[in-house]
């Protein structure tokens, strides 16, 4: 697990619950860095993204302890054991923890590296992370030129970690989320008078379109880290037709016989009309 955030010359990270400055360019840099990756947050952290959603184009872990929540597009855990546990489904390279000031601290440790964007000013901040610079083990890998947004200078430095505390490590460890990640491409299905087949049909299809679309709570991650019957939790989440691919569509309509039946098109926008 990496951890990325941007610091004053303090470490200053935060001031009432909002960041210390906005750049662009550091807005970009995160979004290059996270895409297709998994991000770990608090629940206050999620609430302070925009609309309070989940992170588009990221597999979402959100730490929350509160009872029976399930959020679209995210992955609930309940606690840090939970959080712990789901994070090593995971190499630790496709995994980042994007804040706020308690998930920096707790999960710190266990980091392999940091992406810390260092801001020359100070932000009179109320929310801080431990400077990298004094910490044992933690050392600069690489840093970019500074750089300058409306006189304000930066440099994007990356830090690594020589000694990072071990996590749990699933024995069924998955680098690939690719079906979850993958671009909802318009599918070619086919419509049989079945009432069976088409409650499946309706099941996978809003599983292909929309992803987690219920979320997954905290009693359900208990469930795939107590009986994930050795499937990778990309693999769990299909074989629950909580996401789907364009091979699980065709699986069921093999089953169904459909081979000759007439196809249609389906899109996320007339998904809807059609069933």
């Given at each position: ?56 184009g ?21 606690s ?17 923890d994007?804040?706020?000031g308690?998930m ?10 940091a ?13 801080f ?36 505390e ?20 318009p ?18 299809l ?13 009693d ?45 098109s ?10």
């Amino acid at each position: 697990m990496k951890l990325i955030v941007a610091v004053d010359e303090q470490w200053g990270i935060g001031k009432n619950g909002d960041l210390l400055m906005s750049i662009p360019d550091d807005m970009l840099y995160y979004r290059a860095t996270t895409r297709g990756k998994v991000v770990v947050m608090g629940y206050t952290t999620l609430l302070s993204l925009p609309n309070s959603k989940p992170a588009p184009g990221r597999l979402n872990l959100v730490l929350a302890d509160i009872p029976g929540l399930r959020v679209s597009g995210a992955v609930v855990c309940g606690s840090m054991e939970q959080l712990h546990r789901m994070i090593g489904q995971f190499a630790s390279d496709d995994v980042f923890d994007i804040g706020g000031g308690s998930m920096y601290r707790q999960l710190m440790p266990y980091c392999c590296g940091a992406h810390i964007t260092k801001m020359r000013f100070v932000g009179e901040a109320d929310t801080f992370i431990p400077n990298l610079d004094e910490q044992s083990g933690w050392q600069v890998a690489e840093e970019s030129e500074l750089m300058d947004h409306e006189g304000l200078k930066y440099s994007f430095v990356v830090y690594r970690n020589d000694s990072p505390e071990p996590l749990p490590v699933a024995e069924s460890l998955s680098t690939d989320m690719s079906v979850y990640f993958k671009k909802r491409e318009p599918i070619e299905i086919a419509l049989i008078d079945d009432e069976q087949y088409r409650a499946e049909l309706h099941e996978l299809l809003n599983a292909y379109f929309y992803p987690l679309r219920d979320g997954f709570g905290a009693d359900d991650v208990a469930r795939f880290l107590e009986d994930n019957e050795g499937l990778s939790f990309e693999q769990y989440l299909r074989s629950h037709r909580l996401i789907a691919a364009a091979e699980d569509l065709d699986a069921l309509m093999q089953r169904y016989g459909c081979e000759s039946a007439e196809r249609v098109s389906v899109t996320k926008d007339n998904l809807n009309d059609i069933l």
